[in-house]
Protein backbone atom coordinates (compact mmCIF):
# COMPACT_ATOMS: atom_id res chain seq x y z
CA UNK A 1 0.00 0.00 0.00
CA UNK A 2 1.52 3.38 -0.85
CA UNK A 3 0.88 5.40 2.51
CA UNK A 4 2.72 8.19 3.88
CA UNK A 5 4.71 7.51 7.00
CA UNK A 6 3.59 8.89 10.18
CA UNK A 7 6.26 9.91 12.19
CA UNK A 8 7.04 10.47 16.03
CA UNK A 9 5.99 13.46 16.60
CA UNK A 10 7.13 14.84 20.27
CA UNK A 11 5.02 17.89 21.79
CA UNK A 12 7.31 20.89 21.76
CA UNK A 13 8.11 22.07 25.20
CA UNK A 14 9.19 25.90 24.91
CA UNK A 15 7.69 27.79 21.66
CA UNK A 16 10.85 28.41 20.26
CA UNK A 17 10.42 24.03 19.36
CA UNK A 18 7.42 24.85 17.26
CA UNK A 19 8.72 25.41 13.67
CA UNK A 20 8.71 29.48 12.34
CA UNK A 21 4.99 29.29 10.45
CA UNK A 22 3.07 26.26 9.71
CA UNK A 23 6.09 24.72 7.35
CA UNK A 24 8.30 21.67 7.98
CA UNK A 25 9.88 19.00 6.19
CA UNK A 26 7.78 17.41 3.12
CA UNK A 27 6.77 13.91 4.41
CA UNK A 28 6.10 14.39 7.44
CA UNK A 29 2.90 13.22 8.63
CA UNK A 30 2.44 13.19 12.43
CA UNK A 31 -0.73 12.22 12.87
CA UNK A 32 -3.34 10.00 11.32
CA UNK A 33 -6.56 11.87 10.02
CA UNK A 34 -9.45 9.70 10.73
CA UNK A 35 -10.85 10.37 14.11
CA UNK A 36 -14.18 11.20 13.09
CA UNK A 37 -15.14 8.34 11.05
CA UNK A 38 -18.84 6.79 11.93
CA UNK A 39 -19.15 4.40 9.36
CA UNK A 40 -15.93 2.48 7.79
CA UNK A 41 -15.99 0.77 4.37
CA UNK A 42 -15.64 -2.46 4.13
CA UNK A 43 -15.47 -4.40 0.98
CA UNK A 44 -16.22 -7.99 -0.10
CA UNK A 45 -13.33 -9.17 -1.95
CA UNK A 46 -15.53 -12.12 -3.53
CA UNK A 47 -17.72 -9.48 -5.09
CA UNK A 48 -14.94 -6.66 -6.06
CA UNK A 49 -14.53 -7.22 -9.74
CA UNK A 50 -11.26 -5.18 -9.38
CA UNK A 51 -12.71 -1.98 -11.41
CA UNK A 52 -11.34 0.61 -9.41
CA UNK A 53 -14.53 2.90 -9.60
CA UNK A 54 -14.14 3.60 -6.03
CA UNK A 55 -10.15 3.72 -6.42
CA UNK A 56 -10.77 6.74 -8.84
CA UNK A 57 -12.93 8.65 -7.05
CA UNK A 58 -12.43 8.21 -3.25
CA UNK A 59 -11.47 11.94 -2.20
CA UNK A 60 -8.80 11.01 -0.17
CA UNK A 61 -6.90 8.83 -2.02
CA UNK A 62 -7.41 6.10 1.16
CA UNK A 63 -8.08 3.37 -1.35
CA UNK A 64 -5.23 1.43 -2.62
CA UNK A 65 -4.90 -1.16 -6.03
CA UNK A 66 -3.75 -4.78 -4.24
CA UNK A 67 -1.39 -7.31 -5.69
CA UNK A 68 -4.35 -9.60 -6.69
CA UNK A 69 -5.99 -6.77 -8.79
CA UNK A 70 -8.19 -6.14 -5.55
CA UNK A 71 -9.15 -3.23 -3.33
CA UNK A 72 -7.98 -2.23 0.03
CA UNK A 73 -8.32 0.94 2.20
CA UNK A 74 -5.88 2.77 3.92
CA UNK A 75 -8.10 3.54 7.68
CA UNK A 76 -6.36 5.68 8.86
CA UNK A 77 -6.63 8.42 6.19
CA UNK A 78 -10.16 6.84 5.19
CA UNK A 79 -12.95 9.86 6.23
CA UNK A 80 -15.88 7.31 5.98
CA UNK A 81 -17.60 9.51 3.55
CA UNK A 82 -19.56 6.32 1.85
CA UNK A 83 -18.40 7.70 -1.63
CA UNK A 84 -16.98 4.19 -2.43
CA UNK A 85 -20.25 2.27 -1.30
CA UNK A 86 -21.78 4.62 -3.58
CA UNK A 87 -20.01 4.51 -6.34
CA UNK A 88 -19.56 0.46 -6.33
CA UNK A 89 -21.95 -0.93 -9.25
CA UNK A 90 -21.28 -4.62 -7.36
CA UNK A 91 -22.33 -3.81 -3.91
CA UNK A 92 -19.40 -4.75 -3.18
CA UNK A 93 -18.25 -2.21 -0.49
CA UNK A 94 -20.66 -1.98 2.75
CA UNK A 95 -20.63 1.04 5.23
CA UNK A 96 -20.15 -0.59 8.54
CA UNK A 97 -20.45 1.48 12.21
CA UNK A 98 -17.16 1.88 13.39
CA UNK A 99 -17.49 -0.12 16.95
CA UNK A 100 -19.31 -2.59 15.02
CA UNK A 101 -16.75 -3.27 12.34
CA UNK A 102 -13.43 -5.35 13.43
CA UNK B 1 14.29 63.95 12.96
CA UNK B 2 18.23 64.10 12.08
CA UNK B 3 18.49 65.34 8.38
CA UNK B 4 22.12 65.41 6.05
CA UNK B 5 22.62 67.49 3.25
CA UNK B 6 23.54 64.47 -0.01
CA UNK B 7 23.89 65.45 -3.74
CA UNK B 8 21.45 63.26 -4.94
CA UNK B 9 18.17 65.29 -4.72
CA UNK B 10 14.85 64.80 -6.76
CA UNK B 11 12.00 66.75 -7.18
CA UNK B 12 9.22 63.50 -6.81
CA UNK B 13 6.25 62.58 -5.75
CA UNK B 14 5.44 60.30 -2.35
CA UNK B 15 4.19 57.88 -5.01
CA UNK B 16 7.79 58.28 -6.66
CA UNK B 17 9.45 58.05 -4.04
CA UNK B 18 8.23 54.63 -3.19
CA UNK B 19 8.87 53.55 -6.39
CA UNK B 20 12.59 54.48 -6.02
CA UNK B 21 12.83 53.30 -2.59
CA UNK B 22 11.73 49.91 -3.99
CA UNK B 23 14.35 49.73 -6.97
CA UNK B 24 17.22 50.64 -4.45
CA UNK B 25 15.57 47.56 -2.21
CA UNK B 26 16.16 44.77 -5.34
CA UNK B 27 13.26 42.85 -5.02
CA UNK B 28 12.97 39.81 -6.90
CA UNK B 29 9.11 40.29 -8.04
CA UNK B 30 6.37 42.89 -8.40
CA UNK B 31 2.97 42.17 -8.27
CA UNK B 32 0.11 44.47 -8.00
CA UNK B 33 -2.78 46.27 -9.82
CA UNK B 34 -3.23 49.23 -9.87
CA UNK B 35 -5.86 51.61 -7.86
CA UNK B 36 -5.66 55.73 -7.47
CA UNK B 37 -3.75 57.06 -5.85
CA UNK B 38 -1.42 54.41 -5.18
CA UNK B 39 -1.08 53.90 -9.34
CA UNK B 40 1.94 56.06 -10.23
CA UNK B 41 4.30 53.65 -7.83
CA UNK B 42 3.25 50.82 -10.28
CA UNK B 43 3.63 52.09 -13.40
CA UNK B 44 6.73 53.47 -12.59
CA UNK B 45 7.69 50.26 -11.46
CA UNK B 46 7.03 48.52 -14.58
CA UNK B 47 8.31 51.53 -16.93
CA UNK B 48 12.07 50.26 -14.16
CA UNK B 49 11.57 46.67 -14.96
CA UNK B 50 11.17 47.15 -18.69
CA UNK B 51 14.07 49.68 -19.06
CA UNK B 52 15.96 46.91 -17.21
CA UNK B 53 17.02 49.80 -14.89
CA UNK B 54 15.53 47.44 -12.36
CA UNK B 55 15.92 43.30 -12.82
CA UNK B 56 12.90 41.78 -11.32
CA UNK B 57 9.65 39.93 -12.43
CA UNK B 58 6.46 42.57 -12.74
CA UNK B 59 3.41 40.37 -12.62
CA UNK B 60 0.24 41.81 -14.04
CA UNK B 61 -2.80 40.75 -11.91
CA UNK B 62 -6.18 40.59 -12.38
CA UNK B 63 -7.42 41.86 -8.94
CA UNK B 64 -5.53 42.80 -5.71
CA UNK B 65 -6.07 39.84 -4.46
CA UNK B 66 -4.28 37.41 -7.26
CA UNK B 67 -1.90 40.79 -6.30
CA UNK B 68 -1.15 39.03 -3.10
CA UNK B 69 -1.42 35.56 -3.80
CA UNK B 70 1.82 36.16 -6.38
CA UNK B 71 3.60 37.85 -3.61
CA UNK B 72 2.97 35.06 -0.86
CA UNK B 73 3.93 32.43 -3.92
CA UNK B 74 7.19 34.87 -4.46
CA UNK B 75 7.97 34.96 -1.19
CA UNK B 76 7.48 31.02 -0.45
CA UNK B 77 10.60 30.32 -3.19
CA UNK B 78 12.85 32.81 -1.24
CA UNK B 79 11.91 35.67 -3.29
CA UNK B 80 12.23 39.41 -2.09
CA UNK B 81 8.40 40.12 -2.99
CA UNK B 82 6.79 44.13 -2.96
CA UNK B 83 3.08 44.85 -3.88
CA UNK B 84 1.65 48.51 -3.74
CA UNK B 85 -2.65 49.23 -2.94
CA UNK B 86 -5.35 51.39 -1.80
CA UNK B 87 -8.71 51.13 0.23
CA UNK B 88 -10.61 48.73 -1.65
CA UNK B 89 -7.92 47.04 -2.86
CA UNK B 90 -6.62 46.86 0.40
CA UNK B 91 -9.30 44.89 1.72
CA UNK B 92 -9.62 42.83 -1.55
CA UNK B 93 -6.40 41.28 -0.29
CA UNK B 94 -7.67 40.92 3.19
CA UNK B 95 -7.58 36.92 3.25
CA UNK B 96 -4.29 36.97 1.67
CA UNK B 97 -3.09 39.57 4.22
CA UNK B 98 -3.73 37.07 6.90
CA UNK B 99 -2.60 34.15 5.10
CA UNK B 100 1.00 35.78 4.46
CA UNK B 101 1.21 36.80 7.88
CA UNK B 102 0.37 33.48 9.50
CA UNK B 103 2.45 31.92 7.09
CA UNK B 104 5.30 34.47 8.29
CA UNK B 105 6.16 35.64 4.33
CA UNK B 106 7.72 39.30 4.67
CA UNK B 107 6.06 41.02 1.80
CA UNK B 108 6.45 44.66 2.37
CA UNK B 109 3.31 46.57 0.43
CA UNK B 110 2.79 50.28 0.23
CA UNK B 111 -0.67 51.68 0.74
CA UNK B 112 -2.07 54.73 -0.13
CA UNK B 113 -4.87 55.65 2.26
CA UNK B 114 -8.01 56.21 1.18
CA UNK B 115 -11.36 56.37 2.15
CA UNK B 116 -13.78 53.57 2.05
CA UNK B 117 -16.65 52.89 0.31
CA UNK B 118 -19.52 54.17 0.39
CA UNK B 119 -20.42 56.81 0.06
CA UNK B 120 -17.82 56.25 -3.13
CA UNK B 121 -14.59 58.67 -2.30
CA UNK B 122 -11.22 58.57 -3.59
CA UNK B 123 -9.68 60.56 -1.16
CA UNK B 124 -7.54 60.46 1.79
CA UNK B 125 -8.52 58.73 5.26
CA UNK B 126 -7.23 55.87 7.59
CA UNK B 127 -10.11 53.72 7.83
CA UNK B 128 -8.57 51.23 5.29
CA UNK B 129 -5.46 50.22 6.83
CA UNK B 130 -7.03 50.33 9.86
CA UNK B 131 -9.55 48.17 9.37
CA UNK B 132 -6.60 45.55 8.79
CA UNK B 133 -4.94 46.18 11.80
CA UNK B 134 -5.25 43.13 13.30
CA UNK B 135 -4.16 40.68 10.28
CA UNK B 136 -0.80 40.54 11.42
CA UNK B 137 0.90 42.92 9.33
CA UNK B 138 3.25 45.64 10.55
CA UNK B 139 2.03 48.86 9.90
CA UNK B 140 4.18 52.07 9.44
CA UNK B 141 2.69 55.68 8.71
CA UNK B 142 4.69 58.14 7.07
CA UNK B 143 5.02 62.09 7.09
CA UNK B 144 6.73 62.82 4.11
CA UNK B 145 7.97 61.65 1.01
CA UNK B 146 11.49 61.51 2.23
CA UNK B 147 10.51 59.01 4.96
CA UNK B 148 8.29 57.56 2.62
CA UNK B 149 11.38 56.22 0.58
CA UNK B 150 13.76 55.54 3.91
CA UNK B 151 10.65 53.15 5.40
CA UNK B 152 10.59 51.54 1.84
CA UNK B 153 14.22 50.33 2.46
CA UNK B 154 13.93 49.97 5.73
CA UNK B 155 10.82 47.91 5.34
CA UNK B 156 12.33 44.84 3.85
CA UNK B 157 15.04 44.64 6.61
CA UNK B 158 12.75 44.81 9.08
CA UNK B 159 10.56 42.51 7.88
CA UNK B 160 12.96 39.94 6.69
CA UNK B 161 15.06 39.90 10.38
CA UNK B 162 14.61 36.31 11.22
CA UNK B 163 13.22 37.75 14.47
CA UNK B 164 10.32 39.02 12.79
CA UNK B 165 9.57 37.50 9.59
CA UNK B 166 6.18 39.65 9.76
CA UNK B 167 4.66 41.01 6.39
CA UNK B 168 5.07 44.95 6.31
CA UNK B 169 2.56 47.83 5.07
CA UNK B 170 4.17 51.13 4.74
CA UNK B 171 1.04 53.59 4.68
CA UNK B 172 1.21 57.05 2.97
CA UNK B 173 -1.91 59.51 2.94
CA UNK B 174 -3.85 59.26 -0.86
CA UNK B 175 -2.94 62.49 -2.61
CA UNK B 176 -1.59 64.50 0.18
CA UNK B 177 1.53 62.41 0.07
CA UNK B 178 0.82 60.30 -2.92
CA UNK B 179 0.26 63.15 -5.66
CA UNK B 180 2.20 66.20 -3.94
CA UNK B 181 5.82 66.56 -4.86
CA UNK B 182 8.68 67.57 -2.51
CA UNK B 183 12.73 67.51 -2.63
CA UNK B 184 13.76 64.08 -2.20
CA UNK B 185 17.36 62.81 -1.22
CA UNK B 186 18.12 59.53 -3.16
CA UNK B 187 20.20 57.62 -1.49
CA UNK B 188 23.37 55.33 -2.65
CA UNK B 189 22.70 51.77 -4.42
CA UNK B 190 25.84 50.78 -2.92
CA UNK B 191 24.95 51.97 0.50
CA UNK B 192 21.70 50.30 0.40
CA UNK B 193 23.00 47.03 -0.43
CA UNK B 194 25.24 46.76 2.52
CA UNK B 195 22.37 48.04 4.61
CA UNK B 196 19.86 45.36 3.11
CA UNK B 197 21.63 42.11 3.05
CA UNK B 198 20.24 39.39 1.15
CA UNK B 199 16.62 38.05 2.12
CA UNK B 200 17.00 34.43 3.87
CA UNK B 201 13.89 32.33 5.10
CA UNK B 202 13.90 28.87 6.81
CA UNK B 203 10.16 28.75 4.64
CA UNK B 204 11.66 28.00 1.47
CA UNK B 205 10.18 25.81 -1.39
CA UNK B 206 12.67 23.87 -3.12
CA UNK B 207 13.88 20.37 -4.56
CA UNK B 208 17.01 19.86 -2.93
CA UNK B 209 14.85 20.48 0.36
CA UNK B 210 11.45 19.86 -0.06
CA UNK B 211 9.20 21.27 2.41
CA UNK B 212 5.29 21.05 3.33
CA UNK B 213 4.06 24.80 3.17
CA UNK B 214 1.08 26.24 5.17
CA UNK B 215 -0.36 23.44 6.62
CA UNK B 216 -3.42 23.01 9.02
CA UNK B 217 -3.43 22.25 12.63
CA UNK B 218 -5.80 20.72 14.92
CA UNK B 219 -6.43 22.61 17.97
CA UNK B 220 -3.71 21.40 19.83
CA UNK B 221 -1.41 22.96 18.25
CA UNK B 222 -3.09 26.26 16.40
CA UNK B 223 -2.64 28.87 19.56
CA UNK B 224 0.95 28.43 19.76
CA UNK B 225 1.45 29.56 16.12
CA UNK B 226 -0.79 32.34 16.78
CA UNK B 227 1.10 33.29 19.74
CA UNK B 228 4.15 33.21 17.81
CA UNK B 229 3.43 35.49 15.66
CA UNK B 230 2.13 37.96 17.85
CA UNK B 231 5.93 37.63 19.59
CA UNK B 232 7.34 37.79 16.41
CA UNK B 233 5.58 41.15 15.91
CA UNK B 234 6.47 42.01 20.00
CA UNK B 235 9.75 41.40 18.92
CA UNK B 236 10.06 43.67 16.26
CA UNK B 237 10.27 46.43 18.21
CA UNK B 238 13.68 46.09 19.13
CA UNK B 239 14.50 45.71 15.45
CA UNK B 240 12.95 48.76 14.26
CA UNK B 241 14.56 50.27 16.80
CA UNK B 242 17.93 49.15 15.68
CA UNK B 243 17.52 49.13 12.43
CA UNK B 244 16.33 53.05 12.27
CA UNK B 245 19.51 54.01 14.22
CA UNK B 246 21.57 51.98 11.22
CA UNK B 247 19.87 53.42 8.85
CA UNK B 248 20.50 56.80 10.46
CA UNK B 249 24.45 55.82 11.10
CA UNK B 250 24.45 54.49 6.97
CA UNK B 251 22.49 57.63 5.56
CA UNK B 252 22.28 60.46 7.85
CA UNK B 253 18.61 60.56 8.72
CA UNK B 254 16.60 58.46 11.44
CA UNK B 255 13.09 58.84 12.41
CA UNK B 256 13.06 58.18 16.09
CA UNK B 257 12.13 54.12 16.09
CA UNK B 258 8.05 53.81 16.92
CA UNK B 259 7.40 56.97 17.56
CA UNK B 260 8.69 60.51 17.15
CA UNK B 261 7.89 63.49 19.68
CA UNK B 262 8.21 66.71 19.23
CA UNK B 263 8.28 69.69 22.10
CA UNK B 264 7.24 66.93 24.48
CA UNK B 265 9.83 67.52 26.98
CA UNK B 266 7.79 70.23 28.99
CA UNK B 267 4.19 69.47 27.56
CA UNK B 268 1.42 70.56 29.30
CA UNK B 269 -0.93 69.08 26.47
CA UNK B 270 -0.11 66.57 23.97
CA UNK B 271 -1.94 66.00 20.21
CA UNK B 272 -1.41 62.27 19.19
CA UNK B 273 -0.86 61.84 14.87
CA UNK B 274 -0.40 59.29 12.35
CA UNK B 275 0.65 60.26 9.42
CA UNK B 276 0.81 63.55 7.09
CA UNK B 277 -0.92 65.66 9.12
CA UNK B 278 1.91 65.59 11.68
CA UNK B 279 3.25 68.13 9.20
CA UNK B 280 0.55 70.72 9.77
CA UNK B 281 0.13 69.71 13.97
CA UNK B 282 4.38 70.88 13.49
CA UNK B 283 3.49 74.48 12.50
CA UNK B 284 0.45 74.58 15.47
CA UNK B 285 2.60 73.57 18.15
CA UNK B 286 5.10 76.41 16.53
CA UNK B 287 2.79 78.78 16.81
CA UNK B 288 1.65 77.86 19.79
CA UNK B 289 5.15 77.96 21.79
CA UNK B 290 5.59 81.40 20.40
CA UNK B 291 2.32 82.53 22.23
CA UNK B 292 3.97 80.72 25.51
CA UNK B 293 1.39 77.54 25.52
CA UNK B 294 2.92 74.47 26.13
CA UNK B 295 2.03 71.96 23.20
CA UNK B 296 3.68 69.14 22.60
CA UNK B 297 3.08 66.62 19.06
CA UNK B 298 3.58 62.69 19.42
CA UNK B 299 3.90 60.93 16.23
CA UNK B 300 2.73 57.53 16.36
CA UNK B 301 4.99 56.12 13.51
CA UNK B 302 4.12 52.68 14.07
CA UNK B 303 0.21 51.47 14.88
CA UNK B 304 1.05 47.45 14.63
CA UNK B 305 3.24 46.85 16.91
CA UNK B 306 1.78 49.51 19.12
CA UNK B 307 4.56 51.80 20.82
CA UNK B 308 2.55 51.70 24.01
CA UNK B 309 6.37 51.99 26.39
CA UNK B 310 6.96 54.66 24.15
CA UNK B 311 3.57 56.79 24.29
CA UNK B 312 4.29 56.36 28.43
CA UNK B 313 7.26 57.70 28.53
CA UNK B 314 6.56 60.83 26.05
CA UNK B 315 3.57 61.38 27.68
CA UNK B 316 3.66 60.32 31.18
CA UNK B 317 3.19 63.51 32.92
CA UNK B 318 1.26 66.14 30.57
CA UNK B 319 -2.17 67.70 31.99
CA UNK B 320 -3.97 66.57 28.39
CA UNK B 321 -3.81 64.25 25.43
CA UNK B 322 -5.81 64.57 22.26
CA UNK B 323 -5.52 62.05 19.44
CA UNK B 324 -6.82 62.88 16.08
CA UNK B 325 -8.26 60.36 14.09
CA UNK B 326 -9.03 59.84 10.74
CA UNK B 327 -11.03 56.76 11.23
CA UNK B 328 -14.27 55.96 13.21
CA UNK B 329 -14.85 52.32 14.33
CA UNK B 330 -18.57 53.01 14.40
CA UNK B 331 -20.56 52.63 17.08
CA UNK B 332 -17.49 53.49 19.33
CA UNK B 333 -14.66 56.09 19.08
CA UNK B 334 -11.68 56.24 16.58
CA UNK B 335 -9.29 53.27 16.67
CA UNK B 336 -5.68 55.17 17.46
CA UNK B 337 -7.68 57.06 20.59
CA UNK B 338 -9.16 53.05 21.57
CA UNK B 339 -5.20 52.50 21.35
CA UNK B 340 -3.12 54.77 23.26
CA UNK B 341 -6.08 55.16 25.74
CA UNK B 342 -5.40 51.20 26.51
CA UNK B 343 -1.44 52.10 26.86
CA UNK B 344 -2.23 54.65 29.21
CA UNK B 345 -4.29 52.88 31.33
CA UNK B 346 -1.50 51.21 32.45
CA UNK B 347 0.22 54.61 34.13
CA UNK B 348 -1.35 55.78 37.73
CA UNK B 349 -2.33 58.62 36.97
CA UNK B 350 -5.72 59.49 34.71
CA UNK B 351 -5.29 61.91 31.71
CA UNK B 352 -7.53 64.00 30.53
CA UNK B 353 -7.99 62.50 26.70
CA UNK B 354 -10.02 63.76 23.90
CA UNK B 355 -10.76 62.25 20.26
CA UNK B 356 -10.91 64.37 17.81
CA UNK B 357 -12.46 62.49 14.31
CA UNK B 358 -11.02 64.91 11.32
CA UNK B 359 -10.35 64.60 8.04
CA UNK B 360 -12.74 61.38 6.77
CA UNK B 361 -12.95 61.51 3.40
CA UNK B 362 -10.45 63.99 2.07
CA UNK B 363 -11.93 66.43 4.57
CA UNK B 364 -8.62 69.70 5.25
CA UNK B 365 -7.53 69.50 8.79
CA UNK B 366 -6.01 73.34 8.61
CA UNK B 367 -3.40 74.85 11.08
CA UNK B 368 -6.13 76.71 12.58
CA UNK B 369 -7.93 73.58 13.09
CA UNK B 370 -5.24 71.77 15.19
CA UNK B 371 -4.90 74.93 17.62
CA UNK B 372 -8.33 74.83 17.81
CA UNK B 373 -8.06 71.14 18.80
CA UNK B 374 -5.05 72.23 21.85
CA UNK B 375 -7.38 74.93 22.86
CA UNK B 376 -10.32 72.14 23.69
CA UNK B 377 -7.24 70.72 25.26
CA UNK B 378 -6.76 73.59 27.87
CA UNK B 379 -10.51 74.25 28.37
CA UNK B 380 -11.30 70.41 29.14
CA UNK B 381 -8.75 70.74 31.76
CA UNK B 382 -10.16 73.70 33.30
CA UNK B 383 -13.47 72.60 32.65
CA UNK B 384 -13.35 68.93 33.46
CA UNK B 385 -12.27 69.17 36.51
CA UNK B 386 -15.87 69.88 37.56
CA UNK B 387 -18.23 69.32 34.63
CA UNK B 388 -18.37 66.45 32.16
CA UNK B 389 -16.90 67.23 28.41
CA UNK B 390 -17.52 65.43 24.74
CA UNK B 391 -14.63 62.76 24.70
CA UNK B 392 -15.50 62.54 21.17
CA UNK B 393 -15.44 65.31 18.89
CA UNK B 394 -15.55 66.23 14.58
CA UNK B 395 -13.20 68.35 13.89
CA UNK B 396 -14.47 70.44 10.76
CA UNK B 397 -17.75 69.02 10.65
CA UNK B 398 -20.03 71.03 7.84
CA UNK B 399 -23.06 71.18 10.16
CA UNK B 400 -24.69 71.04 13.49
CA UNK B 401 -25.00 67.85 15.49
CA UNK B 402 -26.62 66.94 18.55
CA UNK B 403 -24.78 66.51 21.83
S1 LIG C 1 -15.87 -0.16 -7.27
FE1 LIG C 1 -16.50 -2.05 -6.28
S2 LIG C 1 -15.98 -3.63 -7.73
FE2 LIG C 1 -14.91 -1.84 -8.41
S3 LIG C 1 -12.89 -2.04 -7.41
FE3 LIG C 1 -14.15 -0.84 -6.04
S4 LIG C 1 -15.01 -2.34 -4.63
FE4 LIG C 1 -14.24 -3.49 -6.39
S1 LIG D 1 -15.38 5.97 2.67
FE1 LIG D 1 -14.76 7.79 1.48
S2 LIG D 1 -12.70 8.20 2.20
FE2 LIG D 1 -13.15 6.12 2.86
S3 LIG D 1 -12.36 4.85 1.23
FE3 LIG D 1 -14.53 5.22 0.74
S4 LIG D 1 -14.50 7.00 -0.59
FE4 LIG D 1 -12.49 6.92 0.37
Redesign the interface.
Request: glycine share 14%.
Given at each position: MLKPEIKNYVT?KH?RD???????????LV?INAGWRTFKPVVDINVCTGCYQCYLLCSDGAISKTDNKKIEFDYSFCKGCGVCAHECSFNAISMVKEELAK | MKTQMSKQKVFISGDEAVALGVRLARPHVISAYPITPQTIVVERLSEMVEDGSLKARYIHVESEHSAMSAAMGASAVGARAFTATSSQGLLYMAEGMHYASGGRMPIVMMNANRSLALPWSIFGDHRDSLSMLDSGWIQVYVEDAQEALDMTIQAFRIAEDAAVLTPFMINLDGFILTHTYEIVDIPDQSKVDSFLPVFKTPNKMSLEKPKSMGFSTSPADNMEFKYQQHKAMLDAKDIIHSVDNKFGEIFGRSYGGMLDSYYCEDADYVLVTAGSVTGTARIAVDNLRSRGIKAGLIKLRYLRPFPDEELRAAAGDVKAIGVLDKDISFGYEGTIFTNVNSALAHLSIRHVSINFIAGLGGRDISIKDIEGIYQDLEEAVTVGKDKSFAKVRYVNMGVEIDG
Open positions: PIYPTGPSFEAGHS | -
